[in-house]
């Protein structure tokens, strides 16, 4: 696709190396990090956007649809992942077959109150996730996966997908949505840490 990277659901998903820029805490303390793509889904289920974590299952942090079809944003304690701490939004199933814009933000705070997420703009968690006495992220070697991630994988596709070193506020994920892009300094005082096009 000229535009967007189209994943099949199956094993699909981009490698985009082990690096300490996709890792967002110590095991001691976070720091605040935000995500943001454009995603085409053909199911809802369990559609991975990205995720960090390494081959023996050392879990950092997740942004992918559930089992259920909702949103959420996961962060895992010291790579343990039976702990965490997260935010759901409502099914997303009326959005299948339709471009919308997604974005996660944390704050930093070891709380599941210092996330939010939004689609198309509009703030849209409704729940926590949590389970699990949360301490910190721990930066682990495994790699930042965009479209797979904790054995499952995108159906659907992917476009405009950036990772930010800060929590992104509200006008700014409202600015993101309205241009199409992530990189618009007019609207955004920071660029993206990284961004990738499709």
Not at 41 to 61: H, L, P, Q, V
Request: charge should be negative; aromatic fraction near 14%.
């Amino acid at each position: 696709n000229t535009y967007s990277m189209a994943f099949d659901g199956i094993d699909d998903y981009l490698d985009c190396s082990n690096s300490g820029t996709f890792s967002f805490g110590d095991g001691t303390t976070d720091s605040p990090f935000s995500v943001s793509a454009w995603v085409k889904m053909d199911d809802a289920a369990r559609f991975r956007i990205f995720s960090k974590e390494d081959a023996g299952s050392d879990r950092e942090w997740l942004f992918s649809t559930s089992s259920g079809r909702e949103l959420l944003l996961n962060l895992y304690s010291q790579n343990d992942s039976a702990i965490k701490i997260g935010r759901l939004t409502g099914v997303l199933t009326s959005y299948v077959g339709s471009w919308i814009h997604i974005c996660g933000t944390y704050d930093g705070s070891s709380s599941s109150s210092g996330i939010k997420i939004y689609v198309n703009g509009v703030r849209s968690d409704t729940s926590d996730n949590n389970a699990g006495s949360y301490v910190a992220m721990q930066s682990n070697t495994g790699p930042f996966i965009i479209g797979g991630g904790f054995s499952y994988y995108a159906n659907g596709n992917i476009d405009e997908a950036s990772v930010f070193n800060y929590e992104l506020s509200a006008s700014d994920v409202t600015s993101i949505y309205n241009s199409g892009t992530p990189n618009n300094l007019d609207d955004l005082s920071t660029p993206p840490l990284a961004w990738y096009r499709m």
